[in-house]
């Protein structure tokens, strides 16, 4: 919970998409690669999950309060449209909804 009534929903998801050599691939996607300076891989919405839980977590380490509520939806079925998403919001909704109002954002920090 954080300082005010008013809470973002935050939808991150953690699943990736197939990865074929026809799709553009020339190393393992799932695998961090070395090339020149870069490190290159695929991490899909993992990155914006990891960013959201260390953000909170930051919080939590110095004291400081939130300055609002965060809820938190992982989602494991994005790239096949989350088909058990609406069921499951709806059945939490009450558990949710903050009187100053909720806001749905994307998993992009």
Do not use: M
Not at 2 to 26: I, K, L, N, Q, S
Not at 92 to 108: L, N
């Amino acid at each position: 919970r954080g300082a005010t009534e008013e809470a973002v929903v935050v939808h991150v998801h953690y699943d990736v998409r197939p990865a074929y050599a026809e799709d553009g691939w020339a190393t393992d996607p799932f695998l961090l690669h070395l090339n020149g300076a870069n490190l290159e891989g695929r991490v899909g919405g993992k990155a914006d999950a990891t960013a959201w839980l260390w953000a909170i977590e930051g919080y939590i380490r110095t004291s400081v309060p939130l300055p609002l509520s965060i809820i938190l939806i992982f989602d494991g079925a994005f790239h096949c449209g989350s088909p058990l998403l609406a069921a499951a919001l709806d059945s939490a909704s009450q558990d949710w909804q903050a009187p100053g109002g909720s806001t749905v954002k994307d998993g992009s920090l």
